[in-house]
């Protein structure tokens, strides 16, 4: 199966939290760590357990980007990296970055953002996505 979804990050699952509706999946992916927020359906369904490859993945327009860690936030993932690839549009642009184990994440953002962060090739940044936003999938 192909799907559109730019960030296809494949790990390892180090945790299953299970809840009454909902789980948190936590998958390493190059010595940092994912949490997805899914069904325990889902979870039961994708055999999701310590130990299972899984893939996170996550839509770019549900990436946003920080030029440090941030304190204080909701946002369960916060992945570091080094800005590779940018490209801007008319409007909103590409932002690429690699995480130290070689896997990329790739953004959505507006050019403004882009600007304001100053997320050129080599800069250091940090890629921030919800646990709601982080779908799971296995082979």
């Not at 945790?15 to 789980?23: D, W």
């Not at 369960?76 to 800005?83: I, W």
């Not at 896997?103 to 953002?113: K, P, W």
């Amino acid at each position: 199966m192909k799907i559109s979804a730019r960030n296809q990050l494949k790990g390892t699952v180090v945790s299953v939290k299970e809840g009454a509706v909902n789980g948190v999946v936590a998958i390493e992916v190059g010595g940092q760590t994912l949490k997805a927020s899914i069904t325990m359906e889902s979870i039961k369904e994708l055999g999701l357990a310590e130990g299972v490859e899984a893939f996170a993945i996550v839509k770019a327009t549900s990436v946003m980007f920080a030029t440090g860690k941030v304190e204080g936030i909701s946002a369960r993932n916060q992945l570091e990296g080094t800005v590779v690839k940018v490209t801007e549009g008319a409007v909103n642009g590409h932002v690429v970055l690699e995480l130290a184990d070689g896997n990329r994440v790739s953004g959505s953002i507006t050019n403004e953002a882009i600007e304001d962060l100053g997320l050129a090739e080599g800069a250091k940044a940090v890629a921030i996505v919800k646990a709601t936003d982080v779908i799971v999938g296995v082979e």
